[in-house]
């Protein structure tokens, strides 16, 4: 029959465009990250789904396979019915997390993909079990295969009404984009025609969705009104329209994606001879800013690391989703950086003294797609000044122009938390956006911390310089973004580096550590000790304690401390604090650097992520991790008071001396004299 030929013919052809996505999948690590991921699995259910037409087309007289007692028709039937919600479902987790993506460019909508497989395979599995379960409903359903038979079944709502669902996410992220194309743009960086090519890709990518499986809505439509189970073994126009849609929207998924960007710039990569025909612009469009997980205790993140270089045209290269969010994200960089300028030059109109009022005082900077929001502008400017930090030096670190020439200097890491980090170009501020709850208990602590850096100067938490907003004025979402001092402050290499709770339960690398020493190391792949001159190992001791004393009446839990290790060859050692009698020197900071006793090593060090408070998120954490058995003294989530005794212990447990002596002075149990 031709509606077999058809559908064999065309679905071959599906299965040999998704199997070609597949393999440059697995082929270029550029094109592993998320979202390529959600695209992949959508081609593996493209595939499958393609495979049972040709598998029917193949064998002759498979309508004899169909009836609707036969064990091949309910194969059929379930195949088809698993597959295809499957496919339409990552067909609209794709069009969310395009919409995600140009709402806030900065989220980091991959923690949620366990939710998305959670619900895509909930929905597929659920519905087709609930189909075979009613084995009289499956039957030939008038495409050259098995489904619902009857054309007028409610069975059939079980495909359709997901489809419905999934239609309005493909046009609602189709119009959302095009209605925000001016704030992915910026005409003076020359990156229109770009941003409209990729555009224009996703409108084709979700087109070809809707195009595709249009054809059968519009064919059970018509037998729902003017078809009989009769006359259903009889295709018409629209049957053979229905299946040459499903079963080639596989391969036309696939050109998207085998024509995009990121492809291309990954085979000219390997290559050569593609090079000669990159045009000019597309060295800019497949550059990347850098990633780098230093801050990122979760080594999940760690291995996601990716590939860059420079350019003015710091975006990601990979998806078209990449693209799309860099262009975004650029430009927010670009206007927080103009807007930053402003303000330490006193040039803004108004500062926000309140998180919560937030939306009614805005300061204009940059284009007048975004919104430059600044909180507390004089209490910041008081911190940088108790700090050294001249406003020239400070607007020399985020000039603009600066930032996006040295684009070895510019590093971001997406953490699991969805925070984005952004180094200046001199490495002397870390530039991080914040989650709105943690913008509320920075608010919240703002004045006892700034208290507390005033009369603490050599304090071990890396401080607060600037806490500020933009927001994306057609979308309407807000980035918080704080900058902090940068824990790194140095040009030298940093061979090793550690995350440090204190806890002991998940807090192991292992050997991957041991083979790459440079990734993030946690708690228990640190097995050396540090060996400091005695002023600095005093004034460390004495600091932990404080500091964390101080995180604990502030009701603050989880944090860590950041250390990097710098090994001098031994032919060149350190100068400076190499002897035990080293003094600490007026205006001295942990993350310029303590050298080791023999100079051998350089310390840097810095305690971080202290945006966390003991909230009911925290508390359910502990409760479900308590449920698997995992010890509560061990692991991260403890009370403010626990976890502050726990990481005084930990941290003094890291220098060569009595680790409790410390403790003992502070809580008065030692006199003050006592040698440490």
């Not at 018409?236 to 990121?262: E, H, K, Y």
């Not at 670190?397 to 930032?403: A, D, G, K, P």
């Not at 530039?431 to 208990?441: C, G, S």
């Not at 100068?575 to 090593?601: L, Y």
Request: aromatic share 10%.
């Amino acid at each position: 029959m031709l509606i077999y030929r058809l559908s064999g013919t065309l679905g071959g052809i599906s299965c040999f465009g998704s199997a070609l996505v597949i393999l440059s999948f697995f082929s270029f690590k550029e094109l592993r990250r998320f979202p390529g991921s959600l695209i992949i699995t959508l081609c593996a259910c493209d595939f499958f789904l393609s495979l049972k037409f040709v598998v029917t087309g193949i064998i002759q007289n498979s309508n004899g396979l169909q009836g609707p007692d036969t064990i091949s028709c309910q194969i059929q039937a379930g195949w088809y019915q698993f597959f295809a919600i499957s496919s339409v479902g990552w067909n609209a987790i794709i069009s969310i997390v395009l919409i995600s993506y140009v709402k806030n460019p900065f989220s980091n909508i991959g923690k949620h993909l366990k939710i998305f497989h959670a619900i895509v395979w909930a929905t597929a599995i659920s519905t087709t079990v609930f189909l075979l379960s009613h084995n009289k409903a499956v039957g030939p359903s008038g495409d050259g295969s098995c489904w619902v038979s009857d054309p007028h079944s409610l069975f059939r709502l079980l495909f359709f009404v997901p489809l419905v669902i999934c239609f309005f996410w493909g046009l609602l992220a189709q119009c959302y984009v095009a209605s925000h194309l001016q704030s992915i743009t910026n005409p003076r960086e020359n990156a229109t025609q770009q941003s409209q090519t990729i555009l224009i890709r996703m409108i084709m990518f979700n087109l070809v969705f809707i195009a595709c499986w249009s054809f059968a809505l519009v064919h059970r439509s018509f037998e729902w009104h003017f078809q009989t189970p009769e006359t259903a073994e009889n295709p018409n126009i629209l049957a053979l329209m229905d299946v040459a849609g499903v079963s080639i929207q596989g391969f036309a998924t696939s050109l998207v994606w085998l024509t995009s960007p990121g492809l291309k710039a990954a085979l000219s990569k390997r290559i050569p001879y593609l090079r000669r025909w990159r045009k000019p612009n597309d060295t800019n469009a497949s550059q990347t800013v850098t990633l780098d997980d230093d801050y990122n205790a979760d080594m999940d993140d760690a291995n996601r690391r990716e590939e860059g270089g420079g350019g003015d045209d710091c975006v990601q290269q990979g998806t078209d989703l990449d693209v799309l969010s860099g262009l975004l994200r650029r430009n927010i960089i670009r206007s927080l950086l103009i807007g930053i300028c402003e303000s330490a030059e006193g040039k803004t109109s108004m500062g926000v003294t309140s998180f919560k009022t937030l939306e009614n005082k805005a300061c204009r900077s940059g284009s007048s797609d975004f919104e430059f929001i600044d909180y507390e502008p004089g209490v910041f400017a008081q911190i940088r000044a108790a700090a050294g930090i001249t406003p020239e030096d400070y607007i020399k670190s985020m000039n603009v122009n600066t930032f996006f020439q040295q684009n070895d200097n510019i590093k971001a890491s997406g953490a699991k938390g969805g925070s984005f980090f952004c180094f200046s170009p001199d490495r002397k501020f870390i530039m991080k956006t914040i989650h709105p709850d943690e913008a509320v208990l920075l608010e919240n602590i703002l004045h006892a911390l700034t208290s507390y850096f005033l009369q603490e100067p050599n304090t071990l938490i890396s401080k607060f310089y600037g806490f500020h907003g933009v927001q994306v004025s057609q979308v309407g979402t807000i980035c918080h973004i704080v900058v902090m001092a940068n824990v790194f402050e140095t040009n030298e290499k940093i061979h090793e580096c550690y995350d440090l709770k204190g806890s002991t339960i998940d807090r192991q690398v292992g050997r991957l550590h041991d083979e790459h020493p440079s990734m993030l190391g946690l708690d228990l792949d640190l097995k050396r000790q540090l060996s400091m001159p005695s002023a600095f190992s005093s004034l460390y001791l004495t600091q932990v304690i404080k500091d964390s004393n101080f995180l604990c009446e502030l009701g603050i839990m989880d944090y860590s401390l950041l250390i990097g290790f710098h090994f001098h060859h031994q032919n060149n050692r350190a100068s400076g604090q190499c002897s035990d009698d080293a003094k600490v020197k007026p205006g001295f900071r942990w993350n310029a650097g303590v050298v080791s006793i023999d100079g051998v090593e350089t310390y840097y060090m810095g305690i971080i992520d202290i945006l966390q408070s003991w909230n009911f998120k925290k508390k359910m954490e502990r409760f479900a991790k308590g449920l698997l058995g995992k010890s509560k003294s061990g692991i991260s989530s403890v009370p403010p008071k626990p976890y502050s005794l726990r990481f005084q212990k930990s941290m003094c447990n890291l220098i060569n001396s009595p680790p409790l002596l410390p403790l003992l002075i502070l809580h008065g149990e030692v006199q003050q004299d006592t040698p440490v």
